[in-house]
């Protein structure tokens, strides 16, 4: 009796290591066949999001505003207030417009200021640079004097203590 529970309780093993191997396979199946399963609901969730979005929800909010209005208490407005909104805008416009074009002359004025501003500007540093390219000039040209006189009155010295 004891082989024989060995024996079941083996083969119970057996079977347990079978059952996990196979939910194991069955668990990466199903895995598998839930990625798909949400590839295909994917797209058809969205165009049905947009359907309801783009026909019922202005039907149902059209409804709605109808029964608003129709349990709606107070009085029509005037037909006044579109036309003072229409007029006050095209008086906010015309404003807007001249402020405009007078802050875009001013603004050319100043450009133009300050171009000549920056020419002077340069033309000063033009003189100044000549200037002092000049005084080296003449710095130059004097030491060069002062080197060539020195070495003629070297090569006289040496000419005249050569036999």
Not at 51 to 70: D, G, H, T, V, Y
Not at 130 to 137: P, Y
């Amino acid at each position: 009796m004891a082989v024989q529970a060995r024996d079941v309780a083996s083969h119970a093993r057996e079977m347990a290591d079978q059952a996990r191997d196979v939910a194991g396979q069955a668990r990466d199946v199903a895995s598998e066949k839930i990625i798909v399963a949400r590839g295909w609901a994917a797209p058809r969730l969205d165009a049905a999001a947009h359907s309801f979005e783009e026909q019922l929800a202005p039907k149902i909010s059209a409804a709605l505003s109808q029964a608003a209005a129709r349990i709606d208490p107070a009085p029509a407005k005037s037909r006044k207030s579109p036309m003072i909104l229409l007029f006050a805008g095209v008086a906010i416009a015309a404003v807007g417009y001249v402020l405009y074009r007078r802050n875009a002359d001013q603004w050319a004025d100043t450009l133009k200021e300050s171009a000549s501003d920056a020419s002077q500007w340069v033309g000063q540093k033009t003189e100044a640079v000549a200037g002092k390219v000049s005084g080296a000039a003449d710095d130059a040209a004097t030491k060069a004097d002062e080197i060539s006189s020195k070495t003629d009155s070297g090569a006289e010295h040496v000419s005249k203590n050569l036999p």
